[in-house]
């Protein structure tokens, strides 16, 4: 989305086992954090986007330009004081990404997938009767793409 709605370059960090996957998804460049610490190359970024929330604010600062933005999108109370000290002084920002989902967001995405301006990389469909096994997947190292749970009995 940050591509094809607001232009960004996009770099995605990730294991050597999802690069392919993040490829699939768009990414301009790919580092393999098991080979490269992208905090290190004295590359910056105008964003850096923590999903796994495994990084550390303090140790990618100098990874963000002048006014660059450190998001969390899971929250960790041990980066309040940093989110706040950040927002009271200095440029650079420490924010998390704490949404409320809404029917438009959902909207918006669909409109998206419809015109094929994002597309989704499915790595696996399971029944209903799965959703154990599902869960697991979703939350295991191997899954390289969304895990589907189809609602729909077969006849």
Do not use: W
Not at 84 to 107: E, F, H, N, W, Y
Not at 109 to 126: A, G, T, W, Y
Request: aromatic share 8%; net charge positive.
């Amino acid at each position: 989305m940050a591509k094809n709605q607001f232009g960004a370059i996009v770099t995605g960090v990730c294991s050597t086992e999802k690069v392919d996957y993040i490829i699939k998804l768009g990414a301009d460049k790919v580092i393999d954090y098991k080979k490269e610490d992208f905090s290190k190359n004295g590359e910056t970024y105008d964003h850096i986007i923590d999903i796994p929330g495994k990084g550390s604010a303090s140790s990618y600062k100098t990874s963000l330009n002048q006014r660059g933005t450190y998001l969390f999108v899971s929250f960790k109370a041990r980066n309040l004081l940093l989110m706040l000290r950040t927002k009271i002084s200095g440029q650079k920002k420490v924010i998390c990404a704490l949404v409320s989902p809404q029917a438009k967001d959902l909207q918006f995405i669909k409109e998206l997938v419809e015109e094929d301006k994002i597309r989704p990389v499915i790595d696996r469909v399971f029944k209903i009767d799965q959703a154990p096994e599902a869960h697991r997947h979703a939350e295991s190292a191997e899954r390289k793409g969304d895990v589907v749970i189809n609602l729909t009995p077969e006849p």
